[in-house]
């Protein structure tokens, strides 16, 4: 268990549908970042939120959007899903001093 | 952001030492080096950073250039559940991962 959480861990979804995806950073991490990897484009740094706040935007679609609330946790949500949206989502965070903490992961599939 | 370079692959035998290289010589003076690697299916896990002095834990060593334009991660005997991708990434404030390094260990 690396600390961080992530749920849930498959999700099988139809095309034109939306998706919510959570994760709970590691105890005392303000900073939570998705990530999207799928077989052909390796790891893709979508979005990172700090307390709260977005901080840094990658290579996020316009159907997807995040928030991180007050308790710190995270979701990341997938609108009007195309069948190249299937992939693994990975949530890391990090805190001060320490390495990047990363999730299992959500395998999405969309058929 | 910072790019890096690395070996597509390399091969190692079981029990023995691995060094994976990566250059970065465009990296900032104040970014640190991370290495983490990752498993079929499974998230990327930290296995050591670094920013200018070489670092030592229970699972590698990392060994930084003066210059700080390359490093190398440093398995000191590879077992077989070290074979996985490795990645070499300078921390701009979020890890922007390249192709990494596939390590195969031979039994």
């Known amino acids: 268990d690396s600390g961080v959480t992530q749920t849930p861990k498959h999700l099988i979804t139809a095309t034109g549908q939306r998706v919510t995806l959570r994760c709970s950073p590691r105890?005392?991490?303000?900073?939570v970042y998705w990530y999207q990897q799928s077989l052909d484009q390796g790891l893709q740094f979508l979005i990172q939120y700090y307390n709260g706040e977005e901080r840094a935007k990658g290579n996020i679609l316009e159907r997807f959007s995040a928030q991180q609330f007050p308790d710190l946790h995270s979701e990341l949500n997938l609108s009007s899903l195309e069948l190249g949206d299937s992939a693994l989502y990975f949530c890391?965070?990090?805190?001060?001093?320490?390495?990047?903490?990363f999730g299992s992961g959500t395998r999405l599939t969309v058929v | 952001d910072a790019k890096t370079t690395q070996p597509n692959s390399m091969e190692s035998n079981e029990e023995e030492p691995v060094h994976l290289p990566c250059n970065h010589s465009?990296?900032?003076?104040?970014?640190?080096i991370h290495w983490y690697r990752q498993l079929p299916s499974q998230g990327p896990e930290y296995v050591i950073h670094g920013l200018t002095s070489n670092v030592n834990n229970r699972m590698a060593s990392l060994a930084i250039a003066e210059d700080r334009k390359s490093s190398t991660l440093i398995l000191h005997r590879a077992t077989l559940r070290d074979a996985a991708v490795y990645y070499c990434i300078s921390d701009t404030g979020k890890l922007i991962f390249g192709q990494g390094t596939t390590l195969q260990v031979k039994p």
């Open positions: 890391a965070s990090k805190g001060s001093g320490y390495g990047y903490t």
């Open positions: 465009t990296i900032s003076g104040t970014d640190y």
């Open positions: 105890s005392g991490d303000l900073s």
